[in-house]
Protein backbone atom coordinates (compact mmCIF):
# COMPACT_ATOMS: atom_id res chain seq x y z
CA UNK A 1 0.00 0.00 0.00
CA UNK A 2 1.45 3.70 -0.87
CA UNK A 3 0.10 6.56 0.93
CA UNK A 4 0.62 10.03 0.06
CA UNK A 5 1.36 13.34 1.60
CA UNK A 6 3.24 16.42 0.93
CA UNK A 7 6.35 15.75 2.70
CA UNK A 8 8.00 13.00 4.08
CA UNK A 9 10.42 14.14 7.17
CA UNK A 10 12.69 10.69 7.69
CA UNK A 11 13.99 10.75 10.88
CA UNK A 12 12.47 11.32 14.07
CA UNK A 13 15.19 12.63 16.40
CA UNK A 14 15.77 16.45 17.11
CA UNK A 15 16.19 17.40 13.60
CA UNK A 16 12.76 15.97 12.42
CA UNK A 17 11.13 16.93 15.41
CA UNK A 18 12.34 20.78 14.26
CA UNK A 19 10.89 20.10 10.81
CA UNK A 20 7.58 19.03 12.10
CA UNK A 21 7.01 21.87 14.05
CA UNK A 22 7.76 24.23 11.60
CA UNK A 23 5.49 22.08 8.78
CA UNK A 24 2.65 21.99 11.12
CA UNK A 25 3.02 25.95 11.94
CA UNK A 26 3.01 26.22 8.05
CA UNK A 27 0.03 24.34 7.22
CA UNK A 28 1.56 21.55 5.27
CA UNK A 29 0.66 18.22 5.67
CA UNK A 30 3.48 15.75 6.33
CA UNK A 31 4.59 12.50 8.22
CA UNK A 32 7.90 12.30 10.48
CA UNK A 33 9.03 8.42 9.44
CA UNK A 34 11.35 7.48 12.77
CA UNK A 35 12.88 3.90 12.71
CA UNK A 36 12.96 3.92 16.53
CA UNK A 37 10.52 2.17 18.49
CA UNK A 38 10.46 5.20 20.82
CA UNK A 39 10.54 8.80 21.22
CA UNK A 40 14.32 10.58 21.64
CA UNK A 41 16.01 9.86 18.61
CA UNK A 42 19.69 8.81 19.06
CA UNK A 43 19.37 10.15 22.76
CA UNK A 44 17.53 7.08 24.28
CA UNK A 45 20.67 4.97 22.81
CA UNK A 46 24.12 6.55 24.32
CA UNK A 47 25.61 6.19 27.35
CA UNK A 48 24.49 6.44 30.89
CA UNK A 49 26.59 9.89 32.48
CA UNK A 50 26.29 11.48 29.11
CA UNK A 51 25.35 15.25 29.64
CA UNK A 52 24.76 18.28 27.47
CA UNK A 53 27.05 21.41 26.79
CA UNK A 54 24.60 23.82 27.52
CA UNK A 55 21.83 24.57 30.75
CA UNK A 56 18.44 23.81 29.24
CA UNK A 57 17.88 26.92 28.26
CA UNK A 58 19.95 26.90 25.77
CA UNK A 59 19.19 23.22 24.58
CA UNK A 60 15.70 23.79 23.33
CA UNK A 61 14.02 23.43 20.22
CA UNK A 62 11.78 25.97 18.80
CA UNK A 63 8.94 26.67 20.50
CA UNK A 64 9.40 24.92 24.32
CA UNK A 65 12.19 25.57 26.57
CA UNK A 66 13.61 22.08 27.58
CA UNK A 67 13.19 22.17 31.73
CA UNK A 68 15.75 22.59 34.37
CA UNK A 69 16.85 19.27 35.74
CA UNK A 70 16.66 19.52 39.29
CA UNK A 71 20.52 19.15 40.73
CA UNK A 72 22.13 19.09 37.44
CA UNK A 73 23.49 22.58 35.53
CA UNK A 74 23.87 20.79 32.55
CA UNK A 75 21.02 17.74 31.87
CA UNK A 76 21.62 14.06 31.28
CA UNK A 77 20.64 12.17 27.79
CA UNK A 78 17.53 10.57 29.62
CA UNK A 79 16.15 14.32 30.66
CA UNK A 80 16.50 14.86 26.93
CA UNK A 81 14.94 11.72 26.22
CA UNK A 82 11.81 12.92 28.06
CA UNK A 83 11.56 16.29 26.77
CA UNK A 84 12.07 15.27 23.35
CA UNK A 85 9.08 13.08 23.83
CA UNK A 86 6.83 15.61 25.86
CA UNK A 87 7.91 17.88 22.53
CA UNK A 88 6.02 15.27 20.40
CA UNK A 89 2.99 14.86 22.28
CA UNK A 90 2.88 18.72 22.78
CA UNK A 91 2.94 19.38 19.15
CA UNK A 92 0.89 16.74 18.32
CA UNK A 93 3.61 15.00 15.30
CA UNK A 94 2.68 13.07 13.00
CA UNK A 95 5.45 10.45 14.34
CA UNK A 96 5.43 6.90 12.85
CA UNK A 97 7.41 5.19 15.05
CA UNK A 98 9.27 1.42 14.01
CA UNK A 99 9.17 1.99 10.61
CA UNK A 100 12.73 2.71 8.78
CA UNK A 101 12.81 4.02 5.36
CA UNK A 102 15.03 1.77 3.45
CA UNK A 103 15.77 4.17 0.22
CA UNK A 104 14.07 7.34 -1.48
CA UNK A 105 13.45 7.34 -4.93
CA UNK A 106 11.81 9.57 -7.68
CA UNK A 107 8.42 9.07 -9.10
CA UNK A 108 7.45 11.29 -11.66
CA UNK A 109 6.36 14.69 -9.54
CA UNK A 110 6.96 12.70 -6.54
CA UNK A 111 9.66 11.50 -4.34
CA UNK A 112 8.73 8.19 -2.85
CA UNK A 113 10.04 6.95 0.28
CA UNK A 114 10.14 2.79 0.74
CA UNK A 115 9.54 1.31 4.19
CA UNK A 116 9.34 -1.72 5.78
CA UNK A 117 5.69 -0.44 6.44
CA UNK A 118 4.76 0.17 3.25
CA UNK A 119 5.82 3.52 0.56
CA UNK A 120 4.84 6.94 0.79
CA UNK A 121 4.40 9.43 -1.60
CA UNK A 122 5.25 12.77 -1.33
CA UNK A 123 6.28 16.53 -3.34
CA UNK A 124 9.32 16.92 -1.25
CA UNK A 125 11.59 15.22 1.63
CA UNK A 126 13.19 16.05 4.69
CA UNK A 127 15.97 13.92 5.42
CA UNK A 128 16.69 14.28 9.10
CA UNK A 129 18.40 10.55 10.16
CA UNK A 130 21.84 12.01 11.76
CA UNK A 131 25.01 10.51 12.24
CA UNK A 132 24.49 8.37 15.12
CA UNK A 133 23.89 4.95 12.96
CA UNK A 134 26.95 5.26 10.66
CA UNK A 135 29.54 4.99 13.30
CA UNK A 136 32.63 5.39 11.37
CA UNK A 137 36.43 2.99 12.43
CA UNK A 138 39.45 4.23 11.12
CA UNK A 139 41.73 1.54 9.26
CA UNK A 140 44.83 0.47 11.92
CA UNK A 141 47.09 -1.82 11.39
CA UNK A 142 46.34 -5.24 13.74
CA UNK A 143 42.59 -4.61 13.88
CA UNK A 144 41.58 -7.85 13.14
CA UNK A 145 44.06 -9.25 15.03
CA UNK A 146 43.18 -8.10 18.60
CA UNK A 147 41.23 -10.59 20.39
CA UNK A 148 39.75 -8.44 23.44
CA UNK A 149 36.92 -6.51 23.24
CA UNK A 150 36.49 -3.95 20.56
CA UNK A 151 33.45 -1.42 20.46
CA UNK A 152 32.74 2.28 19.03
CA UNK A 153 31.10 4.91 20.95
CA UNK A 154 27.22 3.86 19.92
CA UNK A 155 28.06 0.44 21.81
CA UNK A 156 29.53 2.07 25.25
CA UNK A 157 26.88 2.71 27.79
CA UNK A 158 28.85 2.50 31.53
CA UNK A 159 31.90 2.18 33.49
CA UNK A 160 30.88 -0.90 35.61
CA UNK A 161 31.02 -3.58 32.86
CA UNK A 162 34.87 -2.49 32.52
CA UNK A 163 35.36 -2.99 36.19
CA UNK A 164 39.43 -3.65 36.84
CA UNK A 165 40.10 -3.80 33.09
CA UNK A 166 42.84 -2.31 30.94
CA UNK A 167 40.86 -0.49 28.26
CA UNK A 168 42.19 2.06 25.61
CA UNK A 169 40.31 4.80 24.73
CA UNK A 170 40.95 6.01 21.08
CA UNK A 171 40.09 9.60 20.32
CA UNK A 172 40.47 13.48 21.17
CA UNK A 173 37.23 14.89 20.67
CA UNK A 174 34.04 15.16 23.29
CA UNK A 175 33.16 11.54 23.34
CA UNK A 176 36.65 10.05 23.47
CA UNK A 177 37.33 12.79 26.35
CA UNK A 178 34.12 11.74 28.34
CA UNK A 179 34.21 8.35 27.97
CA UNK A 180 37.80 7.88 29.57
CA UNK A 181 37.00 10.41 32.14
CA UNK A 182 33.76 8.19 33.22
CA UNK A 183 35.84 5.12 33.00
CA UNK A 184 38.55 6.45 34.99
CA UNK A 185 38.67 5.10 38.94
CA UNK A 186 36.96 2.08 37.70
CA UNK A 187 39.42 0.96 34.83
CA UNK A 188 43.23 1.01 33.98
CA UNK A 189 42.41 4.03 31.08
CA UNK A 190 44.95 4.73 28.15
CA UNK A 191 43.82 7.34 25.98
CA UNK A 192 45.22 7.93 22.82
CA UNK A 193 44.82 10.95 20.08
CA UNK A 194 46.26 11.75 17.11
CA UNK A 195 47.25 14.77 17.91
CA UNK A 196 47.61 16.43 21.81
CA UNK A 197 43.89 17.20 23.22
CA UNK A 198 42.44 21.04 22.67
CA UNK A 199 40.17 21.98 25.57
CA UNK A 200 37.75 24.71 25.16
CA UNK A 201 38.19 27.20 27.81
CA UNK A 202 36.46 25.67 31.08
CA UNK A 203 33.98 28.90 30.57
CA UNK A 204 33.30 27.46 26.89
CA UNK A 205 29.98 26.00 26.71
CA UNK A 206 27.01 25.18 24.08
CA UNK A 207 26.36 28.76 24.27
CA UNK A 208 29.30 29.94 22.71
CA UNK A 209 29.57 27.17 20.29
CA UNK A 210 26.18 27.59 19.04
CA UNK A 211 27.64 31.71 18.39
CA UNK A 212 31.02 30.81 16.90
CA UNK A 213 29.02 28.71 14.45
CA UNK A 214 26.84 31.44 13.75
CA UNK A 215 29.37 33.96 12.91
CA UNK A 216 31.48 31.57 10.99
CA UNK A 217 28.14 31.37 8.29
CA UNK A 218 27.66 34.68 8.52
CA UNK A 219 31.18 35.58 8.14
CA UNK A 220 31.37 33.11 4.91
CA UNK A 221 27.77 34.56 3.61
CA UNK A 222 29.16 38.00 3.40
CA UNK A 223 32.18 36.69 1.65
CA UNK A 224 34.47 38.08 4.75
CA UNK A 225 37.61 35.89 6.47
CA UNK A 226 36.90 32.43 7.41
CA UNK A 227 36.70 32.70 11.83
CA UNK A 228 37.25 29.03 12.13
CA UNK A 229 34.05 28.44 13.74
CA UNK A 230 34.31 26.05 16.48
CA UNK A 231 36.93 24.53 14.96
CA UNK A 232 39.00 27.25 16.18
CA UNK A 233 38.30 27.23 19.92
CA UNK A 234 39.31 23.28 20.34
CA UNK A 235 38.00 19.86 20.44
CA UNK A 236 36.80 19.45 24.06
CA UNK A 237 34.14 20.80 26.16
CA UNK A 238 35.34 20.51 29.89
CA UNK A 239 32.53 19.76 30.65
CA UNK A 240 32.62 19.13 34.83
CA UNK A 241 33.14 15.16 34.93
CA UNK A 242 36.48 16.13 31.95
CA UNK A 243 37.16 18.78 33.74
CA UNK A 244 37.68 17.16 37.41
CA UNK A 245 39.82 14.31 35.49
CA UNK A 246 41.84 16.51 33.44
CA UNK A 247 42.65 18.60 36.62
CA UNK A 248 43.69 15.68 39.02
CA UNK A 249 46.14 14.02 36.32
CA UNK A 250 43.86 11.28 35.51
CA UNK A 251 42.70 12.70 31.91
CA UNK A 252 46.52 12.24 30.02
CA UNK A 253 47.04 11.56 26.89
CA UNK A 254 49.34 9.55 24.83
CA UNK A 255 49.96 9.75 20.99
CA UNK A 256 48.36 7.43 18.63
CA UNK A 257 49.49 3.92 18.58
CA UNK A 258 50.96 2.75 14.86
CA UNK A 259 48.92 -0.64 15.81
CA UNK A 260 47.44 -3.38 17.43
CA UNK A 261 48.71 -6.23 18.35
CA UNK A 262 46.95 -9.74 19.92
CA UNK A 263 46.42 -8.06 23.44
CA UNK A 264 47.09 -4.25 23.01
CA UNK A 265 48.54 -1.69 21.53
CA UNK A 266 51.97 -0.75 20.41
CA UNK A 267 53.44 2.50 19.58
CA UNK A 268 56.60 3.79 16.87
CA UNK A 269 59.31 3.49 19.84
CA UNK A 270 58.25 -0.12 20.05
CA UNK A 271 56.36 0.54 23.22
CA UNK A 272 53.87 -2.03 24.17
CA UNK A 273 50.29 -1.79 25.98
CA UNK A 274 48.34 -4.44 27.07
CA UNK A 275 44.87 -4.00 26.58
CA UNK A 276 41.68 -6.32 27.43
CA UNK A 277 39.70 -3.75 25.52
CA UNK A 278 39.63 -0.54 22.74
CA UNK A 279 36.89 1.63 22.62
CA UNK A 280 36.76 3.31 19.46
CA UNK A 281 35.48 7.27 19.90
CA UNK A 282 36.06 7.86 16.77
CA UNK A 283 33.15 9.79 14.95
CA UNK A 284 30.47 9.18 12.58
CA UNK A 285 29.19 9.45 8.79
CA UNK A 286 25.95 10.92 7.66
CA UNK A 287 23.78 7.95 7.68
CA UNK A 288 22.51 8.82 4.01
CA UNK A 289 22.32 4.86 2.43
CA UNK A 290 18.53 5.38 2.09
CA UNK A 291 19.45 8.46 -0.24
CA UNK A 292 21.03 6.23 -2.40
CA UNK A 293 19.06 5.89 -5.34
CA UNK A 294 18.98 9.49 -6.18
CA UNK A 295 22.49 9.48 -7.78
CA UNK A 296 23.27 12.97 -5.81
CA UNK A 297 26.98 11.79 -4.11
CA UNK A 298 30.34 12.96 -5.42
CA UNK A 299 32.98 11.68 -6.03
CA UNK A 300 33.76 11.78 -2.38
CA UNK A 301 30.14 10.60 -1.20
CA UNK A 302 29.49 13.90 -0.21
CA UNK A 303 26.17 15.16 -1.00
CA UNK A 304 26.26 18.95 -2.48
CA UNK A 305 23.59 21.51 -1.10
CA UNK A 306 22.60 24.69 -1.34
CA UNK A 307 22.22 25.25 2.85
CA UNK A 308 20.00 22.60 3.32
CA UNK A 309 18.69 22.02 -0.22
CA UNK A 310 20.35 19.73 -2.29
CA UNK A 311 21.45 21.33 -5.18
CA UNK A 312 20.68 19.02 -7.67
CA UNK A 313 17.33 17.76 -6.01
CA UNK A 314 15.15 20.49 -5.26
CA UNK A 315 12.66 18.50 -3.45
CA UNK A 316 15.19 17.21 -0.97
CA UNK A 317 16.48 18.95 1.99
CA UNK A 318 19.07 17.47 4.59
CA UNK A 319 19.02 18.73 7.99
CA UNK A 320 20.65 18.45 11.13
CA UNK A 321 23.77 16.31 9.73
CA UNK A 322 26.12 19.38 11.13
CA UNK A 323 27.56 22.86 9.70
CA UNK A 324 27.41 21.88 6.15
CA UNK A 325 23.53 21.67 6.51
CA UNK A 326 23.54 24.96 9.17
CA UNK A 327 25.32 26.81 11.52
CA UNK A 328 25.32 23.76 14.88
CA UNK A 329 22.32 22.13 12.95
CA UNK A 330 23.48 19.09 14.65
CA UNK A 331 22.56 20.23 18.15
CA UNK A 332 19.18 21.34 19.98
CA UNK A 333 19.29 25.07 19.72
CA UNK A 334 20.73 24.84 16.35
CA UNK A 335 18.86 23.05 14.65
CA UNK A 336 16.05 24.81 14.76
CA UNK A 337 16.91 27.82 12.61
CA UNK A 338 17.87 25.37 9.72
CA UNK A 339 14.69 23.68 9.63
CA UNK A 340 12.15 27.15 9.96
CA UNK A 341 14.71 28.07 6.41
CA UNK A 342 14.34 24.88 4.93
CA UNK A 343 10.52 24.76 5.35
CA UNK A 344 9.82 28.14 4.31
CA UNK A 345 11.75 27.02 1.29
CA UNK A 346 9.43 23.64 0.48
CA UNK A 347 6.42 25.98 1.31
CA UNK A 348 7.12 28.00 -1.88
CA UNK A 349 8.30 25.04 -3.59
CA UNK A 350 5.07 22.90 -2.59
CA UNK A 351 2.82 25.91 -3.29
Not at 16 to 40: K, M, Q, S, T
Not at 79 to 98: C, N, Q, S, T
Not at 145 to 150: I, P, S, Y
Not at 205 to 211: E, I, K, Q, S, T
Request: aromatic share 8%; hydrophobic share 40%.
Amino acid sequence: MTEQTDVVVVGGGQAGLAAGYHLRRLGIEHVILDACAAPGGAWQHTWDSLRLFSPAAYSSLPGRLMPVQEGQPYPGAAHVVDYLADYEKRYELPVRHGVRVAAVHRDATFLRAETDRGDWRARAVISATGTWGRPFLPVVPGRGEFTGRQLHTVQYRSPAEFAGQRVIVVGGGNSGAQIAADLTGHAHVTWVTRRPPRYLADDIDGRALFDAATARRRALDEGRTDTGGVASLGDIVAVPPVRAARDTGLLTAKPMFTRLTATGAQWADGTRSEADAVIWCTGFRPALTHLAGLRLRGTRGHIATDRTRAADEPRLHLLGYGDWTGPASATLIGVGRTAREATRELALLIR
